[in-house]
């Protein structure tokens, strides 16, 4: 009866160890995951590793990615600069979902998105990714609120929670008051205010930025960098692709893309956009 009594209390001991081992393999996988109280966040939304993109064949053969790699943590700012026909908008299409690398690998969001077809790739943009361009593309005939609602009609969101989501997201970037004006009605500043509302609406969780600032005057790039970092601090990821260090200087880490490598990495301390536009 003793030998029996002991044999079930090992199996309840080893049966404890082995629960309290996974706890722990938990709790060190949540460590990981966690933000870290000093640092920020440790875990990588994006992760590229030896992205190579390669246009044509034969002798139009383009190398426009040579082995591209870099992690982005959630909440950073990165700003991506390089010449024309450094490989920095290949690596931002690659990056947005719009283009598929040639080799490598892409894991955005903890997914490996490298392999996946067109119409994944459009999922995966509209769940995760915002995107804010040049050149507005907003639909010249259709009201402010209409435009921001656009993304939202392709996720299958109900009408009245995309008209709700709608105002929320104008008014955040400043535009509560112009919900029914057209693009025509709005400055370029303002338009490009409606561009970066459709680009949060869906709650993404990395916005790509393609020269935001380039169409605009310097006082009203100041307001979108602020906005941007405004952005950043409640806690979504920012990669901006600019050729003007004063826009790059807004955020808190640059990369220069040349010949298609990544041949600079570095922190920096960002310019505060804010206390600029109150100057």
């Known amino acids: 009866p003793h030998r029996g009594i002991h044999a ?3 199996r309840v001991q080893r049966r404890d160890r082995q629960k309290q081992a996974r706890l722990g393999q938990r709790a060190t996988g949540a460590a990981l995951r966690a933000p870290d109280v000093l640092g920020g966040p440790v875990t990588p939304i994006i992760r590229l590793e030896d992205i190579k993109k390669v246009y044509g064949e034969g002798e139009t053969t383009v190398h426009a990615l040579r082995g591209a790699s870099l992690s982005i943590l959630e909440g950073e700012f990165v700003a991506v600069m390089g010449p024309s026909g450094s490989g920095k908008s290949t690596l931002m299409n690659v990056i947005g979902c719009l283009d598929q690398p040639s080799s490598g690998t892409y894991i955005l969001g903890g997914q490996d998105v490298s392999t996946l077809d ?4 459009a999922e995966i943009r509209n769940q995760l990714l915002g995107f804010v361009f ?3 593309n ?10 921001v609602e656009l993304p939202m009609v392709y996720a299958g969101v109900p009408a009245k929670e995309r008209r709700e989501r709608a105002i929320e997201a104008l008014g955040r970037v400043g535009l509560g008051n112009r919900l029914d004006h057209r693009p025509n009605q709005l400055s370029g500043g303002q338009q490009q205010r409606v561009a970066i509302a459709r680009a949060i609406v869906n709650r993404p969780r990395v916005i790509v930025a393609d020269e935001p600032t380039d169409a ?3 006082r009203t790039s100041l307001e979108i960098m602020a906005l941007f970092q405004e952005l950043v601090a409640s806690g979504m990821t920012v990669v901006l692709v600019t050729h003007e260090p004063d826009i790059a200087a807004y955020a808190d880490r640059l990369l220069i893309v040349r010949d298609g490598s990544i041949v600079s990495d570095e922190k920096q301390v960002p310019v505060a956009a804010t206390e600029k536009v109150e100057a």
């Open 118 to 121: 067109a119409s994944e790739l």
């Open 216 to 218: 605009l005057d310097s």
């Open 138 to 147: 907003l639909l010249p005939r259709t009201s402010a609120v209409e435009n």
């Open 8 to 10: 079930d209390r090992g």
């Open 134 to 136: 040049q050149s507005f």
